[in-house]
């Protein structure tokens, strides 16, 4: 059935009918227009993920940057290699070791953000009617990736403790009685975006060991991992089965977004198809962003960094929990994240998150409803809350906009 909207845009696009089918799941988001007024600064956003940089060493960066054009000016602006700077992949093998992972710099490709990486990924295996298994709720921007290729998102429940062994299998063996074809397992095992939660050691035993038995590869997607607020980073998923799990890295929480830099670290024939998929997309991934993230590497005490932004969005993440338990009316849940930047608040019986929205944006709070994070139009009674940028006294004060317009939408 043709929408309004459908009808409006075809009006407004002559070139409607000259479209690739795939762009039929290419749509603006239904809450984009939102998120411009959102953004305006009288309006406290807890929608969007970016990470709070301001703690970022810019004398250091700069210098390192300076170096870097003086010393190696013209390899920095120049081609590279498809797969990346063999110095960076080296030492992104450093950073993966933090979790476990012994890996070798040739298995490394690098990418434009991890998303790019999804995007390869899901290019090199997805054929149209291909099922990607996904944990409920999943990343927004993936399941953007996979519609965009015509792969259908099955989704798998999770629990406190991540995704439940026994929904992955039953979800498997519904889609093989089906008839179908499963490419690969999605997964964000640490502080989940958007669920918050994190999957435990056993849980990822029981995973790795249903998906090996099933025959059905990994991706491992995992910006967030050193960004625990306590002990140690968890073992990864790749650092137990290297030949069923490729693993997807980032610089963009850990460092800064805007270098563009992420990874994917794969079996070895895997990693080959990935380099091909690369260079028909971009050539080489930016050579100067490469060179610039190695040299902060090697300048910079990058731990210690990553252990200031660990501290600092705890402080944000307490200040979220406290607001919450403080000012939320009665029938409202939350979980309580060990790292990265969310929370997933469960609303009451019969509040729709999105109908919500607007009202919301009007009472200067935002957030991201439930269904932006499912393929299936679930999620309604639930939302995606962000404590990373926002300062902890605003955090507050987002949560008692939000409260207040969840006692109205209570009463209607
Ligand atoms: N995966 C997940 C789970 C994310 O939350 C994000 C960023 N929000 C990405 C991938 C993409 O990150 P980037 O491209 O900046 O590395």
Redesign the pocket.
């Given at each position: 059935m043709t929408s309004d909207v459908q009808r409006t845009h075809a009006r407004l696009d002559s070139f409607v009918d000259r479209y690739a089918a795939r762009t039929a799941g290419m749509t603006a988001s239904e809450i984009r227009a939102l998120f411009s007024v959102a953004s305006r600064p009288e309006v406290v956003s807890l929608a969007g993920?970016m990470p709070n940089i301001s703690g970022l060493p810019l004398d250091v960066v700069g210098s390192a940057i300076g170096d870097l054009v003086a010393e190696q000016g013209t390899v920095a602006m120049q081609y590279g290699s498809g797969q990346g700077v063999p110095a960076l992949r080296e030492q992104i093998t450093d950073v993966m070791r933090l979790e476990g992972i012994d890996a070798h710099a040739d298995d490394v490709v690098v990418t434009?953000?991890?998303?790019?990486a999804?995007d390869l990924v899901t290019r090199v295996f997805c054929d149209p009617g291909d099922v990607v298994i996904c944990e409920a709720p999943s990343?927004v921007?993936?399941l953007g990736v996979f519609r965009a290729y015509q792969a259908e998102v099955v989704h798998a429940e999770m629990d406190a403790d991540g995704l439940v062994p026994e929904a992955l299998q039953q979800a498997i063996t519904a889609v093989k009685a089906a008839g179908r074809t499963i490419k690969f397992l999605y997964t964000?095992p640490n502080f989940h975006?958007p669920a918050g939660v994190t999957m435990s050691a056993e849980r990822r035993r029981q995973v790795l060991e249903i998906c090996q038995r099933e025959g059905v590869l990994v991706l491992e997607?995992n910006?967030?991992g050193l960004l625990g607020f306590s002990g140690e980073p968890m073992r990864a998923l790749r650092a137990d089965d290297p030949d069923n799990v490729i693993y997807?890295g980032?610089?963009?929480?850990t460092f800064a977004?805007g270098f563009?830099v992420?990874w994917a670290l794969a079996p070895h024939p895997v990693r080959e198809k990935l380099v091909l998929a690369q260079e028909s997309s971009t050539l080489c991934p930016p050579q100067f962003s490469q060179m610039a993230v190695s040299a902060y590497l090697a300048a910079h005490d990058w731990q210690g960094q990553i252990k200031q932004f660990r501290e600092m969005y705890r402080e944000r993440r307490d200040a979220m929990i406290d607001a919450l338990e403080d000012l939320l009316p009665a029938g409202c849940s939350w979980n309580v994240p060990e790292g990265g930047f969310y929370v997933w608040l469960t609303l009451p019986p019969g509040v729709d998150a999105k109908a919500m929205l607007p009202r919301a944006v009007t009472a200067r709070v935002a957030y991201v409803p439930g269904t932006a994070f499912y393929a299936d139009g679930f999620g309604s009674s639930a939302m995606r809350l962000s404590f990373c940028y926002p300062t902890p006294e605003r955090i507050r004060e987002g949560v008692r906009r939000l409260a207040g317009v969840l006692e109205t939408e209570m009463e209607l």
């Amino acid at each position: 059935m043709t929408s309004d909207v459908q009808r409006t845009h075809a009006r407004l696009d002559s070139f409607v009918d000259r479209y690739a089918a795939r762009t039929a799941g290419m749509t603006a988001s239904e809450i984009r227009a939102l998120f411009s007024v959102a953004s305006r600064p009288e309006v406290v956003s807890l929608a969007g993920g970016m990470p709070n940089i301001s703690g970022l060493p810019l004398d250091v960066v700069g210098s390192a940057i300076g170096d870097l054009v003086a010393e190696q000016g013209t390899v920095a602006m120049q081609y590279g290699s498809g797969q990346g700077v063999p110095a960076l992949r080296e030492q992104i093998t450093d950073v993966m070791r933090l979790e476990g992972i012994d890996a070798h710099a040739d298995d490394v490709v690098v990418t434009v953000g991890s998303q790019q990486a999804v995007d390869l990924v899901t290019r090199v295996f997805c054929d149209p009617g291909d099922v990607v298994i996904c944990e409920a709720p999943s990343y927004v921007g993936a399941l953007g990736v996979f519609r965009a290729y015509q792969a259908e998102v099955v989704h798998a429940e999770m629990d406190a403790d991540g995704l439940v062994p026994e929904a992955l299998q039953q979800a498997i063996t519904a889609v093989k009685a089906a008839g179908r074809t499963i490419k690969f397992l999605y997964t964000i095992p640490n502080f989940h975006n958007p669920a918050g939660v994190t999957m435990s050691a056993e849980r990822r035993r029981q995973v790795l060991e249903i998906c090996q038995r099933e025959g059905v590869l990994v991706l491992e997607d995992n910006p967030y991992g050193l960004l625990g607020f306590s002990g140690e980073p968890m073992r990864a998923l790749r650092a137990d089965d290297p030949d069923n799990v490729i693993y997807l890295g980032s610089f963009s929480k850990t460092f800064a977004p805007g270098f563009r830099v992420g990874w994917a670290l794969a079996p070895h024939p895997v990693r080959e198809k990935l380099v091909l998929a690369q260079e028909s997309s971009t050539l080489c991934p930016p050579q100067f962003s490469q060179m610039a993230v190695s040299a902060y590497l090697a300048a910079h005490d990058w731990q210690g960094q990553i252990k200031q932004f660990r501290e600092m969005y705890r402080e944000r993440r307490d200040a979220m929990i406290d607001a919450l338990e403080d000012l939320l009316p009665a029938g409202c849940s939350w979980n309580v994240p060990e790292g990265g930047f969310y929370v997933w608040l469960t609303l009451p019986p019969g509040v729709d998150a999105k109908a919500m929205l607007p009202r919301a944006v009007t009472a200067r709070v935002a957030y991201v409803p439930g269904t932006a994070f499912y393929a299936d139009g679930f999620g309604s009674s639930a939302m995606r809350l962000s404590f990373c940028y926002p300062t902890p006294e605003r955090i507050r004060e987002g949560v008692r906009r939000l409260a207040g317009v969840l006692e109205t939408e209570m009463e209607l």
